[in-house]
């Protein structure tokens, strides 16, 4: 799994990566209560918005961490966004990118990185 | 005060504004005055206009005079509701969110909608929010209006529409062509706007437009300016609208001079969360008793700012409750009679006019209000009118003056109007065209 | 001796303080527990008599047929029903209601009464102007009232609330624009404090909204604001006195810088019942700025609404004013209603009719009872008030901007609750159970925990140190750990804390006919 400054996660099998928000970001947000995930076959790019993600006080992009194509998005958020601070870094993920540039990737943090980035703030 | 703030004159407090702008003395305004003064001031710009109640009076379009009950003035006095703010603090605000929660089912259950907000500034700017929202909810850019629709409504929409960079399709004015729309829709078309019963009063069934546009991805926006209307018409989602937006002064709510009013504004559930305003919802507090807060707050500008679905902060609270209470007076049973007894009274209107020599009844089928042509510029005879002791009615030249119809007159009436006051104006009308 | 033990106790006979218990029926005394109209059973009942009328044949499949849903109650159900509910609301008539930024001050009922005379109340706004010529002569004087006060030329009344106004001053700043060519003028420069409806409002018009930063004294970041005005720049909106309580100190510099960029400068003037009479936004450079009447001029809030939100204009903006406005001649006073001739520029219209004449009443009727010289005393006192709360808390509780007199209203973070385990939003709850509505809170953004208490000029000294002394227990209790006092309050309210979250996560907006499960809690 590797991370964003922004909080996202990314979970690579084969040329799809998951996408969600860390335990931290959902601790963050507080209780989350609605889940805007994209649509399927919409096309991100790096650092676009790619879900909204409330909670009562708050309404927060969550950006892409990756390019891609949208090949699924997690509907069963729109009934159950607790989920997200349930489990965010496993059933709360937000959308299934096809990756057009895997290269990205290499920029991103794996989890002692990102540790110590939250350690920083 | 002053000692404890350690200053050493009020003076002191204001030491940030600029020297530039700093004013000694007083504004060149009148000094205070006892209420006793003020009093006499206001009632004699009071009695310097002629209220309805005075005598005959037809007039509509848009706004409408009916008889509100004393209880509801009685109530919407009362310090807790009307000296209270928004209810951010829900466990001390249970009565006003309450009466929101069943202000917004009474305008879902009136306009046949699954849900409704807790109101707006009024029925013409809800058009121009109902407007915006169509272009969120199906990412299009153009809106279609029928040559129905209010044209002071037609304005709001387009003023708002021409600064967010929405276009707007007005067709020309017509009496009985809400139909006409379909024509218009296209692949870019957000929404289309009708209005039932509309600006000359015909009542429509809308369903075949919902149809349409639905089929072609755009939204049905149903607006209505008689909101005592749904007691005898067909509801909008009845009918299939999209989004339903009217004008709740009727019902709780006097003329005052075009506002204060309510703007009722519903939708489909599916549609929620790109609404415009306030919601009320239900919920527990830690007791698990039931309670009521403001909820789906994200779409809501202080705290989405920028990218919320409007910009609206103050509502109609007020008129809400009035409108409220009204409706809980009245119950279903009230509100089918008075609509029974508004149609009855505009039948009447129309016979009496349309035994007048020249007159011409032009709308088809009304509820409280219909348009009729007249041999002679409508303007100058409602003017004529007025100097004989009876205020007829709305020229259409006022609302939308290169229309070409200056010959056509909007007339209206309630339960507020005796038939004496009828036959006064046919017959008044009658001498008057007869000069 | 002749002995008579019949009768009733005189004294309480135990002492019960410390027996808590839910009442059988859910009223707690005074306060009754109220079911929706919808659940009375009271589908087949009207409050109101009417009289008879014949079906509306004529009307055929237009008709409605199926049930509508709507519950009927008779007079006494109805009066009980609201009063009922009533009597679960704070409001200012009860108690001081410190909210910041929202202005909640007495409302005179003169205004009321006089805003009920038929010949305001019962006036239609189509009908011919020969026939209100009163009504319209009111909104003059009002226009004459705020301009003259405002420093301004011009007002459009019709905008129906604060933000309605903002819009207007907006749509009135890009229409100049466009008529001078300069449609390509897209941003507007905003503080992070700015209310949301300013981002908001302008995000509405088709702007897109820039942050200007904030000196660490709280006023615009001049710096900054030069840095982001350019050739891009269609305005600036800055509230002053700001949401910090701050009067922009650089104010006339702002406007110069603006005004040097091509860019016109909206104030926010939500905050305009500080420098009423004192300081006229005109002579600080301002190209519009919006007046909540329900703010400085005392029209109530009515639990939200209605206001009313005129919009003072600079002579460059006033062609461009949307219609209706008035003008006087020799005959009497006119409405133009209609965008022609000289009047060409105007950008449109903000609503259907002139705005809201209910408010323009009572607003007038205030500003004649206080006249000039009452009104500059409403800022004074309003601003007076507020330093002495600052004053009398800044020892206890920390200030956001302790240097300097605050204008209107006394704001502070929440650094004094560090390590208290009570949060702004704690303290807050707990002075409902103390009988004081709670501040605003966790706003301006750009203080950390924010509380930002806005007294106004109604409350008397009595009143300001009953609060303070309540205010200074609550706040000894949260620094000796009585974390339970602040966790669970309010305990003294018709309601416990509610759930948000519930509310949000699963909508229910409307009372539905089929019993539905009772929400339980998470």
Redesign the interface.
């Known amino acids: 799994m590797r991370f964003t400054k922004d909080h996202e996660w990314v979970l690579v099998e084969g040329d799809v990566a998951t996408v969600g928000i860390t335990g931290y970001a959902a601790e963050q947000l507080g209780d989350v209560v609605f889940v805007e995930v994209p649509d399927v076959g919409k096309t991100v790019k790096q650092g676009e918005g790619l879900a909204v993600v409330e909670s009562v006080k708050a309404a927060s992009d969550v950006y892409a961490p990756v390019s891609g194509e949208v090949v699924e998005a997690n509907g069963e958020l729109s009934d159950s966004p607790e989920t997200v601070n349930a489990v965010p870094e496993a059933g709360g993920w937000f959308a299934r990118i096809k990756l057009s540039n895997p290269g990205e990737l290499d920029a991103l943090m794996d989890r002692t990185a990102y540790e110590a980035f939250l350690s920083t703030l | 005060m002053l000692g404890v703030i350690g200053a050493e004159s009020i003076d002191e407090l204001f030491v940030d504004v600029p020297a530039v702008a700093r004013r000694t003395g007083v504004v060149d305004l009148p000094l205070h005055a006892g209420e006793l003064e003020v009093e006499r001031e206001m009632l004699g710009l009071s009695r310097r206009n002629r209220s309805a109640s005075e005598g005959p009076f037809f007039v509509g379009a848009g706004a409408y005079r009916h008889h509100v009950p004393a209880t509801v003035d009685h109530i919407i006095q009362r310090s807790e509701f009307l000296t209270s703010y928004t209810p951010y603090q829900p466990e001390i605000a249970q009565g006003t969110l309450q009466v929101l929660f069943e202000f917004q089912t009474q305008v879902a259950a009136l306009t046949g909608m699954e849900v409704a907000n807790a109101s707006l500034y009024d029925g013409s700017t809800a058009t121009a929010e109902a407007v915006m929202m169509a272009t969120r909810v199906t990412r299009r850019n153009k809106a279609v209006l029928s040559g129905g629709v209010h044209p002071h409504y037609v304005g709001t929409v387009e003023t708002l529409a021409h600064a967010a960079g929405v276009a707007t399709e007005r067709l020309a004015a017509a009496i009985d062509a809400e139909d006409a729309v379909i024509a218009a829709i296209d692949a870019d078309t957000a929404c289309v706007v009708v209005q039932t019963p509309n600006v000359f009063g015909t009542a429509t069934d809308v369903t075949k437009i919902a149809q349409a546009a639905q089929a072609a991805g755009a939204l049905l926006i149903v607006v209505t300016t008689e909101a005592v209307s749904y007691g005898l018409l067909k509801s909008p989602g009845e009918m299939g609208a999209d989004i339903v937006v009217a004008e709740g002064q009727s019902i709780g709510n006097g003329l005052n001079y075009g506002g204060p009013y309510v703007g009722l504004f519903a939708c489909k559930e599916k549609y929620v969360r790109q609404a415009p305003g306030r919601l009320c919802g239900e919920t527990v507090d830690a007791d698990g008793k039931r309670g009521f807060v403001l909820t789906l707050s994200t779409r809501e500008q202080h705290i989405r700012r920028d990218k919320a679905t409007s910009n609206i902060c103050t509502n109609s609270g007020l008129c809400a409750l009035a409108f409220s209470i009204h409706m809980s007076l009245l119950g279903e049973k009230g509100l089918r009679q008075l609509a029974l007894v508004n149609h009855q009274k505009a039948v009447a209107l129309r016979d009496a006019l349309a035994a007048v020599p020249g007159v011409e009844i032009l709308t088809p089928r009304f509820f409280n209000e219909f348009a009729i042509r007249l041999p002679v510029n409508a303007a100058e005879l409602v003017e004529t009118l007025a100097a004989n002791g009876v205020i007829a009615g709305v020229p259409f030249s006022r609302l939308e003056p290169g229309a070409g119809l200056d010959d056509v007159l909007l007339v209206a009436a309630t339960e507020t109007t005796p038939d004496l006051d009828i036959t006064i104006f046919a017959k008044t009308l009658t001498k008057v065209l007869a000069r | 001796m002749n002995m008579n033990t019949v009768g009733r106790p005189t004294r309480p006979e135990v002492a019960v303080n410390d027996y808590i218990h839910p009442t059988l029926t ?1 009223a707690r005394g005074l306060l009754q527990d ?1 079911a ?3 659940e009375l059973d ?7 008599d ?7 044949d ?2 055929g ?4 047929t ?8 008779s ?1 006494p159900e ?2 009980r ?3 009922r ?10 108690a001081l ?1 410190p ?1 910041g930024s ?1 202005t ?1 001050k007495h ?1 005179p009922r ?1 205004n ?3 805003a ?13 102007q ?6 319209i ?2 909104m003059d004087r009002l226009a004459h ?1 705020l301009k ?2 405002t420093g301004m030329p011009a007002v459009a009344l019709s905008p ?5 106004g ?2 207007c001053g ?2 009135a700043i ?1 229409a100049a624009h466009e008529a001078a060519g300069n449609g390509h003028r897209k941003t507007v420069l905003a503080p992070t404090s700015a ?3 300013n ?8 702007y ?2 820039v942050e200007i930063a904030q000196t660490d004294d709280g006023r615009v970041d001049l710096a900054d604001l030069e840095s982001k005005l350019g050739d891009h720049v269609a305005a600036i909106m800055v509230t002053n006195p700001n949401t910090c309580g ?4 650089d ?2 510099e702002i406007a110069r810088l603006t005004h040097a960029a091509g860019a016109y400068f909206y104030c926010d003037g939500a905050n305009f019942n500080a ?1 009423v ?4 936004p005109g ?2 450079g301002v190209d519009a700025m919006h007046i ?1 009447l ?1 703010k400085t001029f005392s029209t ?9 939100g005129p919009v003072v204009l600079s002579a460059a903006l006033a062609p461009f004013a ?1 219609t209706p406005w008035v003008v006087s001649h020799d005959f009497g006073f006119k409405l133009v ?2 965008a ?1 001739g000289p009047a060409a520029q105007a ?13 323009f ?1 009572r607003a ?2 205030y ?8 009104l ?1 005393q409403v800022a ?1 006192d309003a ?3 507020a ?2 709360i ?3 808390l800044s020892d206890l509780m920390s200030p956001a901007f302790p240097n ?2 605050c ?1 209107h209203e006394a704001l502070f973070d929440d650094a004094w609750l560090e390590g208290t385990g009570v949060t702004t939003l704690d303290f ?2 707990a002075m ?1 159970d103390e009988g004081f ?2 501040m605003t809170m ?2 301006p953004l750009v203080v950390h925990g924010a509380m930002l208490i806005e007294p106004t000029e109604t409350e008397s ?1 009595q009143e300001l140190d009953r609060f303070v002394t309540a205010l200074r227990a609550l706040a000894g209790a949260a620094k000796a750990g009585e974390v339970d006092r602040f966790k ?1 309050a ?1 305990y003294h ?13 699963k ?5 539905k006919p089929v019993a539905a499960a ?5």
């Open positions: 859910g109220e929706l109209i919808f009271c589908w087949d009942k009207t409050g109101v009417l009289p008879d009328a014949p079906a509306a004529d009307l499949d237009l008709v409605r199926a049930p509508i849903g709507l519950p009927g109650l007079e109805a009066v029903h609201y009063v509910l009533s009597q679960k609301n704070h409001a200012i008539d009860l209601y909210l929202c909640m409302n003169l009321e009464k006089v009920r005379l038929p010949g305001f109340a019962d006036i239609h706004p189509l009908q011919p020969s026939t209100v010529q009163g009504a002569e009111l009232w003259t006060l129906k609330a604060g933000a309605h903002e819009l907006l749509l890009r209310h949301g409806t981002p908001a409002t302008a995000a509405f018009c088709g897109t909204v701050l009067f922009e100190r104010v006339v420098i009479g004192r300081v006229r002579d600080l909540n329900h109530p809030h009515g639990g939200g609404g209605p206001g009313a949307p209603e209609e022609k950008f449109g219209r903000m609503s259907a009719f002139h705005g809201q004449m209910g408010m009443v007038y009727a500003m004649l009872s206080h006249g000039a010289d009452g500059r004074e601003v007076l008030n330093n002495y600052k004053a009398r300097g007199p204008m807050a709850k409902i509505h709670p966790y706003f000294k669970g309010p309210a018709p309601l416990k804390r509610l759930d948000e979250t519930l509310a949000a996560r909508p229910r907006l409307r009372w009772p929400l339980a809690a998470e």
